[in-house]
Structure formats: C-alpha cells, structure tokens
C-alpha cells in the first residue's frame, strides 16, 4: 500500500474515531465529570467541522475557511475548560488573553474573503495552539505556586493538551508553504499532522471512556 493511500484511509478514519469517541461519551454522558462534558462537545464540534467541510469543499474546491471556524471555536472550548474546570479561580490574565485571540480569530474570518487561496497565511490556527499553551502551562504554574496537588489524571491530560498543541503550533507556522508548495513534501506533513490528530482523538475518547466507566461503576455515581 503506497503512502497516500494510507493518507487516504486515514482521513476517513477521522470521522469514524470521532464517531467511536462521542458514541462512548454519550453512553456515559450521565455519569461523566463536567472535564469530560466539554470534551465530548470538542469531540462533536470536531466531527461537525470535519464532515461539513469535505461537503463544502467538494462543491466550492476551497474550504480553509473551517481552519479558521475550527480554530475559533477550539480556542473558545478550551478556554471554557481551563477557566471553568482547571483554574481554581479566574485568572485575569488569561481571559484577557482568552478575548485578544478570539478577536483575532474573527478578523481573520472576517478578511479571508479578500483574499486569494495562494495569498493564503492564516494564523489563527497559530493563535488558537499559542492561547491553549499558554492555558495549559499556566494550570502548571498555578498548582506550583500555590502548591498544590492535582489529580494524576487532570495532569496527565493537561500533559498531553500542552504536547499536542505545541507540536500543532509548529506545524501550522507555515501553513501557506504547505498548502502552495508543488511538492509531494507537504503531503507527508499533512500525514503527520493527521496522525496526530488522530491520536489525540483516541486518547480524548480513552479518557471519556475511563471516566464513564470509573464513576458508573462507582456507589456514588456521577460526581
């Protein structure tokens, strides 16, 4: 099998595992954590972008709008997360944060109608990775400072939400090279970045599937 078309099969395993992952989250819906609530709506959101922009893109040839939409409403579901459920308080800071990209993210939308597809050079996916970093370390520093503990697995998963985005980050800086270059290069990176994706899905749905089943199987139930 020649390398697209495993890329192939693995665009159209996207959908599926996202599929797999909300199926598990909505079995368990009642007995999850709030942490895990808004996972599963990242999952959903996830998939409703992935399907409505293979439609669109099939009849328009042309979706890297949905990079931006995603990336807007990625930053404003994981804002919720850290803000609601991480933090043990507001942090200021980072809603101000939190408000400066999304602003951002909005006057790019607002001027990729201007644009030609080879003038292309988002960076709101940038933004987007940049904001959950910054969230991610700053949940870090907090427990640190105030020194004190956290669940492995909130830690474990803010681990994984840090490395994820971090390596998105690097992938997306030079998304007009990737999306203009003639070259079969860029098709490796899109696999990589596919990948990647894909394994966070996996482990998202592993996590919302622990959680389920921990507290279904607990004598108090839902927490």
């Given at each position: 099998?020649?390398f697209?078309?495993?890329?192939?099969?693995?665009?159209?395993?996207?959908p599926l595992?996202?599929?797999?992952?909300i199926?598990i989250?909505?079995?368990y819906y009642?007995f999850l954590d709030t942490?895990?609530?808004?996972?599963?709506v990242?999952?959903?959101?996830?998939?409703?972008?992935d399907i409505i922009?293979r439609?669109?893109?099939?009849?328009y040839?042309?979706?890297?709008i949905?990079?931006?939409?995603f990336?807007?409403?990625e930053a404003?579901?994981f804002?919720?997360?850290?803000?609601?459920c991480?933090?043990?308080k507001?942090?200021?800071?980072?809603l101000?944060?939190s408000?400066i990209?999304a602003?951002?993210?909005?006057w790019e939308?607002?001027?990729?109608?201007t644009?030609?597809?080879r003038?292309?050079q988002?960076?709101?996916?940038v933004?987007?990775?940049f904001?959950i970093i910054?969230?991610?370390?700053?949940?870090?520093?907090e427990?640190?400072?105030?020194?004190t503990?956290?669940?492995?697995e909130i830690?474990k998963l803010?681990s994984?939400i840090?490395?994820y985005?971090?390596?998105?980050?690097?992938f997306?800086l030079p998304i007009?090279?990737?999306?203009?270059?003639?070259?079969?290069?860029?098709?490796?990176?899109?696999?990589?970045?596919?990948?990647?994706?894909l394994l966070?899905?996996v482990?998202?749905?592993?996590e919302?599937?622990?959680?389920?089943?921990n507290?279904k199987?607990s004598?108090?139930g839902?927490r």
């Open positions: 099998m020649t697209f078309k495993v890329l192939d099969f693995m665009t159209f395993l996207s595992l996202l599929l797999l992952g199926a989250g909505m079995y009642k942490i895990y609530k808004v996972l599963l990242y999952l959903i959101v996830s998939l409703c972008t922009s439609i669109y893109g099939h009849f040839r042309n979706n890297l949905f990079i931006l939409v990336s807007l409403t404003a579901i804002s919720i997360l850290y803000h609601n991480f933090f043990e507001r942090n200021k800071l980072m101000v944060l408000s990209a602003l951002y993210m909005v939308i607002g001027t990729l109608g644009i030609q597809v003038q292309f988002s960076y709101a996916k933004a987007d990775s904001l910054i969230l991610a370390i700053s949940y870090f520093f427990k640190i400072g105030r020194n503990a956290a669940e492995v830690l803010n994984i840090l490395i985005f971090a390596l998105t980050l690097i997306y007009n090279f990737l999306i203009n270059i003639n070259s079969d290069l860029k098709f490796y990176f899109w696999g990589a970045n596919l990948l990647l994706t966070f899905y482990f998202i749905s592993w919302i599937w622990k959680n389920g089943l507290l199987q004598p108090f839902s």
